[in-house]
């Protein structure tokens, strides 16, 4: 947590939108930081779905102003892919919380030094690939959210430079065990879509 703790600081220190860190042990195993008031960005898109188009665009802009920031010399390189951004390897929805001044991006413990394709590659196959929790209509409305989000997402990104970076953060993100076989599947199937 040390690490994170410090990545955090240095983002702040940047004009980021981080919680602020207020305590950590001296052991680095408890972290103490501020309370952000406000849903995920996940709970709110659930609440007002018409905001889907522009909480896309949001996710974009989350991503395009962490990628202006060189990455600290502290955070390791990324898993795949080499540059000298700082990049987050899971900004999505559920780490945004959209809090009283604006969104706030938190869960930094995966920050790494890389490519910002890889980052927003990486941003994209888990959105478009996590599992829907409802089936029959609800499920199918909210799969049509999820593209609606997804499309205005990728809509503001460099999006030659993430396809050709998508590949690679597949092969690497469906060894992550903590991915379902339904969501290896989901990342492969965009990748076929972009190579088709």
Sequence with gaps: MATEARTMDYARQHGYPVPAVQEISDDGTDLVMERIDGPSMVAALGRRPWTIRRQGTVLADLHRRLHDIPAPDFVPDAPVGHGDRLVHLDLHPLNVILGPTGPVVIDWPNAASGDP????????????????????????????????????????????????????????????????????????????AVEA
Excluded at 117 to 136: K, M, N, Q, R, T
Excluded at 147 to 175: G, I, Q, T, Y
């Design 117 to 192: 394709a890889v980052d927003v590659a990486l941003a994209w196959v888990l959105l478009a690939a996590g599992e829907i929790p409802e089936s029959g209509v609800k499920g199918s409305i909210m799969g049509h959210g999820r593209s609606m989000l997804v499309n205005s997402f990728l809509a503001h990104v460099d999006l030659p430079a993430v396809k050709a970076r998508l590949r690679e953060v597949v092969e690497w993100k469906v060894r992550d065990p903590h991915m379902s076989p339904t969501e290896q599947r989901g990342m492969w199937s965009v990748v076929e």
